[in-house]
């Protein structure tokens, strides 16, 4: 943590949040809990199920590639690799590296928001960098325990507002056969619900009225989080080391998250002169049956487009008496949701370990050199299972198991010197130092093929033939930085900073001069003017000025000719060079940021503010291009694109009302950020392609001249007058694809209040997200399916769109509601593009403290008990179907693209805190 007196003399802006605010109200990631704490930071999640990763964007896009910051633990970097994400064509998320952290083991999160503020850490902080620091013991605390338990359930909320009026059924006709409920189980272009008998998928008769229960398939899950910690300190040392255990259920059936984590942090002043430190996370992680999202097989959530009178009951147990899946529609890639929890598998067994060890010896008084290392490894073990009697499969179903390791070594070492240059005026403090870090990528894979040979016997001995290889064999699976860096800030007396960074990275996988080499400078100036000159009621006034220039990894091997193993001809084996086309030239793009601030405390802190205003701009962005095969190459990296971003961050903070019993404490933070894609290519400025949906009718892109990710959608053909042009077929004709905005919003942050009164306290966070567009799967499938309310005009009548034919007459074309609106649907894929807006009430806490008076006799110094709640309140969304914050993945290529996730949660829970005496 960045302690107040350092970050008065600050030059960019820094923003730390507490440990307590972090695990109340918990969250699996504990990314997630910063959502609407900081100006800045926008954060989101795929709603994949306990365990997902985190999407965290620092001051909006920064670049094409834009990610999540660099989490650095104790000084040392942590990996934060995806394991998994879904796309347009399926998959699961599998967890980031940051989901592995337990909350209870963190003391404080500080977010580095500019450019200037990670410069140190090089080209990885391109998006910024959250610093975590985690609890440990106190000289002189003695020996304590202390036990924190958790107890959550997460609720599903059914967001859908779906029509009520027409049921089941194909072209007007609901179901008669057993066949016909089969192939029409989520179609609504049935008759008019009367209550009357039909027939049902599981073979029985059912009254033909409305349901409306696919909620009830899932679960209100709960989740368990035990954790204990020991401390102890003396005059010379001090640890502390805790133990948790997670089981977090999903509300997916037969879907949880297991982990436990061993943390130990302890400091031993072993000379005057000489301490030591070691820090040591161990995580053992077990999920069962991760869900499926967007549109791909084994995905139970299709659940959620049943006809409003099919019973989701109907679909259990979800196999047939012959051990196959029961389906439910015409397409058998859309598997029952019972067969897909119960007999599907995407399990992840993960074994992790992050460590440091540091030693710092005082050289002087005021010299000392420290040398720390830090080793992260995670092992994966994941297997896929595709069982016996899946409809869309042939044979008895599949297995997958691969096995990966992801490793990163941190070697590092620093003098630093802190000293009077001109005694009480001008003071230097110098730090000098190098780091290696090697890191790497690993792994296998064993694939069986033709099918189990003995049914529901899930075993990779089970089949005629195997297949097996790396998981990778990329050349740049492996790589080395060396780095030189340095930090010093000039202070006058205690009013003026003047501070430098620089660092200088060198890459093992570029093979040229010209980018093999990298150096990110920064400058930074802070004046605080209330030191300068003492004014009533002011306790801080300071203006802070900083400049920097950082750039992003390196593109490994794009400027290297290398040889692809190609199949074999009558046994041989062949080899070719690479379709890319090298470009000699190619090194990582640059970004430079300009940041002014103004930050002022009065009155003893009742109020305060922080405001920043901040632009950046990248220059030569990497993008791969595709270029004429008869260049014998198909594709060629070019560093020529450009992503500008300027905004505003606000920070007010006060304790308007404190007195002997009662304090309320409110902070509001607000971020606007303006984007915009300054260029491409460099000449045509042609969109560089990123994400789509399944409906493959609209996609994400970066427009040159607009903000980025763009969606672009197919909007109505319209003539001259502006009327709505209606084909043939009397469906109106698909016009251009067109921008029809961005997914990152523009405007967002938090409000956050804290009450106390004597032991209780009550804290509530509301946070809101402005000018992000949705690209909705749920939309067009809801409009496909017949179960949209915009479907219920003409269903009995037919529809005669509004417009005109091609000839310029007005269209008197009748056509089957089920024709014209699939048909519109396919067409018009603008009107699947929804408003994101919301306001939340994030959360709230209401807790009591039982102190040390009250506890006289017991073992306990002090009990502190809280309920809890997470995502209580929508108070205001746009999107009539779904929630706005649904999504996929957390790739930034698919940002704000929605559809077949599991169904946004709330959660309630009570939290436990014990302290036991010394």
């Known amino acids: 943590m960045v302690s107040l007196r350092i970050r008065k003399k600050l030059g960019y802006s820094v923003s730390t949040v507490n440990g307590d605010a972090l695990n109340k109200a918990k969250e699996t990631n504990v990314a997630l809990s910063l959502q609407g704490r900081v100006a800045g930071l926008s954060v989101g999640a795929s709603n994949g199920g306990p365990g997902s990763s985190a999407r965290v964007l620092l001051r909006g896009l920064t670049s094409f590639t834009a990610g999540s910051p660099l989490y650095v633990i104790n000084g040392v970097p942590m990996d934060n690799t995806q394991r998994g994400a879904s796309g347009e064509w399926g998959g699961a998320d599998y967890g980031d590296g940051i989901s592995n952290i337990n909350p209870d083991d963190i003391e404080s999160m500080t977010v580095l928001k500019g450019q200037s503020a990670s410069a140190l850490y090089g080209s990885r902080a ?80 059912h009254k033909y009225s409305p349901v409306n229960n696919y909620i009830d398939f899932y679960r209100t899950a709960p989740s368990f989080t035990n954790t204990v910690a020991f401390t102890n300190g003396g005059p010379n040392g001090a640890f502390r080391l805790s133990l948790s255990d997670l089981r977090a259920n999903s509300i997916v059936p037969n879907s949880y ?33 991760r869900s499926g999202l967007s549109d791909g097989p084994g995905n139970p959530n299709n659940v959620q487009f049943l006809a409003p009178n099919q019973d989701q009951a109907t679909l259990a147990p979800g196999v047939k008496p012959d051990g196959k899946e029961l389906t439910f529609t015409d397409d058998s890639y859309v598997t029952n949701p019972y067969f897909a929890a119960n007999y599907f598998q995407k399990n992840i067994q993960r074994d992790r370990f992050i460590s440091s060890l540091s030693a710092k010896y005082d050289l ?75 890191s790497s990528y690993t792994g296998t894979f064993i694939n069986g093929q033709n099918g189990f040979i003995i049914p529901y016997f899930y075993s990779l001995t089970n089949f005629t033939s195997r297949s097996s290889g790396p998981l990778t064999d990329d050349p740049f699976s492996k790589k080395q930085v060396n780095s030189a860096y340095y930090s010093a800030d000039f202070s006058i007396k205690d009013y003026l900073v003047l501070s430098t960074t620089g660092r200088y990275d060198v890459y093992s996988t570029i093979s040229n001069s010209v980018g093999r080499g990298i150096f990110s400078p920064s400058v930074s100036g802070s004046f605080i003017f209330s ?41 041989v084996p062949t080899a070719g060079f690479s379709s890319q086309l090298p470009n000699l030239f190619l090194a990582p793009f640059r970004l430079k ?58 920070e007010i903070h006060g304790t308007p009302v404190r007195n002997s ?28 392609s990123l994400g789509t949906y399944r409906p493959l009718n609209a996609n994400l892109a970066l427009v040159a001249g607009l903000p980025g990710p763009q969606i672009l959608a197919y909007d109505y053909q319209r003539d001259a007058k502006g009327n709505i042009i209606i084909g043939d077929n009397g469906i109106p004709v698909q016009g251009a694809l067109k921008p029809m905005g961005s997914t990152i919003p523009k405007m967002y942050g938090g409000l956050n209040n804290s009450f106390n009164y004597k032991q209780f306290n ?157």
Request: no cysteine; charged share 20%.
């Open 364 to 438: 002087t008084k005021w010299i000392y050199a420290q040398a720390r290392i830090g080793y992260d490894k995670s092992n994966d073990q994941r297997v896929d299972i595709e069982p016996t009697g899946t409809a869309y499969r042939n044979d008895n179903g599949t297995m997958n198991q691969s096995n990966n390791q992801i490793t990163e070594f941190n070697a590092d070492a620093l003098i630093n010197a802190k000293h009077d240059l001109v005694k009480d005026f001008l003071n230097l403090d110098l730090s000098i130092g190098g780091n290696i870090r090697k």
């Open 593 to 650: 940021e300009l940041e002014a601030g103004l930050e002022m405390k009065f009155w003893g802190d009742r109020l305060g503010f922080d405001l920043a205003f901040f632009s950046r701009r990248t220059k030569n962005e990497i993008i791969n291009a595709n270029i004429d095969w008869s260049t014998g190459y198909t594709n060629r990296y070019i560093g020529t694109g450009s992503t500008q971003n300027r905004g505003i961050e606000v």
């Open 762 to 918: 009550l804290g509530f966070l509301i946070d809101y997200r402005f000018g992000a567009k949705v690209l909705s799967a749920t939309e067009y499938y809801s409009i496909f399916r017949g179960l949209n309310k915009s479907t219920l005009p003409g269903r009995e009548t037919g529809v005669v769109a509004q417009g005109v034919l091609a000839n310029g007459q007005p269209n008197t074309l009748n056509v089957p509601a089920q024709t014209y609106y699939q048909g519109l649907a396919r067409n018009i894929s603008a009107s699947n593009v929804l408003n994101g807006d919301f306001i939340k009430l994030r959360q709230v806490t209401l807790g009591y403290t039982f102190n040390a008076a009250a506890l006289r006799g017991t073992p306990f110094s002090s009990i502190g008990v809280s309920a809890v709640a997470r995502n209580l309140w929508t108070i205001m969304k746009h999107t009539k179907n779904i929630d706005p914050e649904s999504g996929f993945s957390n790739d930034v290529r698919y940002t704000g693209i929605e559809g077949t996730s599991l169904p946004f949660t709330r959660t309630y829970g009570l939290n436990l805190n014990f302290k036991f005496k010394n």
């Open 126 to 205: 391109v998006n910024g960098v959250i610093l975590i620091t985690t609890k440990s013991g106190k000289k002189n605390s003695g020996f304590g325990i202390e036990l924190n338990s958790n107890i959550q359930f997460d609720k599903p909320v059914d967001n859908t507002d779906f029509q009520q009026v027409y049921g089941q059924g194909i072209q007007g006709n609901k179901p008669t056969t057993l066949d016909a409920a089969q192939a029409s189980g989520n179609l609504a272009w049935g008759s008019k619900m009367d209550g009357s008998d039909v027939m049902q998928i599981d073979g029985k008769m």
């Open 661 to 688: 019993s009662f304090s309320w404490t409110p902070s509001l933070n607000f971020t606007y950020v303006k984007n915009k894609i300054i260029q491409t290519d460099g000449i045509t400025n042609d969109n560089v």
């Open 531 to 571: 030191e300068l000159h003492k004014m009533d009621g002011v306790d801080l006034g300071k203006v802070r000025l900083s400049f920097a220039q950082t750039s992003n990894d390196a593109t490994a091997f794009a400027n290297t000719v290398y040889y692809n193993l190609n199949n074999s001809v009558n046994g």
């Open 257 to 289: 998250l297991d982990r436990k984590t061993f943390n130990f942090n302890g400091s031993q002043q072993v000379t005057p002169k000489l301490t030591i430190n070691v820090v040591a996370n161990y995580v053992l992680e077990n999920s069962k049956n």
